[in-house]
């Protein structure tokens, strides 16, 4: 990359890389290297706070979670008596999913693109698809009554936020609840990801197909965004339903 450091942008890796367009390969790369700190080793405040809007306290319901990671949200929820599906494209956190829940599971190849797709052998319904967000399609991941978003919008290429919503919107039914955990914050000094997401930028995506509300916010800031050289970091979350 050219340029001297002080013109770069840190990222949240904290390195001076340019991650405005990361591919499956570039996030393959950051878990290889274990900079995985957008990890959250407990259950998102977001989820537990909202997990009955989300639901609507109904049990058996078939939930997403794309660009999931090693979420524990995905065992919370499977063990609230739901079918849990992840998608993420690094196999690193497929694999480190089952192993730090201490859950079996087999892999089976995909037909639609290339990938796999990892299931627990347990009594939990959970299984994690293994490939490129943006070469899988409905026809295999079905439709959904819940979508648990956290940071997986804010994390693709800006320039992908249309391409993405067209991917997630034919998963939804007349009565899908979407969950879209957003942020505010200055891409001016830092690199991202995550990058910054207004109201407008997910009208912009969904506000075709979907009527979109803002169902809360939090001053997200802390000793990392600090790192990032950031003096706010506000988070949002967005509801989204099929009009």
Not at 95 to 100: I, V
Not at 121 to 134: E, G, L, V
Request: neutral net charge; aromatic residues 12%.
């Amino acid at each position: 990359m050219n340029g001297h450091k002080q013109d770069r942008k840190i990222n949240q890796f904290g390195d001076y890389e340019d991650t405005s367009n990361m591919k499956p390969e570039d996030w393959d790369y950051r878990w290889g290297k274990s900079q995985t700190q957008f990890h959250m080793p407990k259950i998102h405040p977001m989820l537990s706070k909202h997990s009955d809007t989300l639901t609507g306290k109904r049990k058996n319901l078939r939930i997403f979670l794309p660009l999931c990671g090693k979420a524990v949200d995905m065992k919370w929820l499977a063990d609230d008596g739901h079918d849990v599906v992840g998608l993420e494209c690094a196999e690193k956190g497929c694999r480190e999913f089952f192993e730090e829940q201490d859950m079996p599971y087999t892999t089976e190849n995909l037909t639609e693109c290339e990938g796999k797709v990892f299931k627990a052998t347990t009594d939990k319904k959970i299984a994690i698809y293994c490939c490129d967000f943006f070469k899988i399609s409905s026809k295999t991941l079905g439709k959904f009554d819940c979508i648990w978003d956290r940071g997986s919008f804010v994390a693709i290429p800006v320039t992908q936020r249309k391409q993405y919503s067209n991917i997630i919107t034919p998963t939804m039914h007349k009565d899908t609840v979407y969950l879209l955990d957003s942020f505010l914050v200055d891409n001016t000094v830092f690199g991202g990801p995550p990058f910054n997401c207004t109201e407008d930028d997910i009208k912009k995506a969904f506000g075709s197909q979907t009527d979109i509300k803002k169902i809360d916010e939090r001053d997200a800031f802390g000793k990392w965004q600090e790192s990032w050289g950031l003096k706010t970091f506000v988070e949002e979350l967005y509801m989204l339903k099929m009009k």
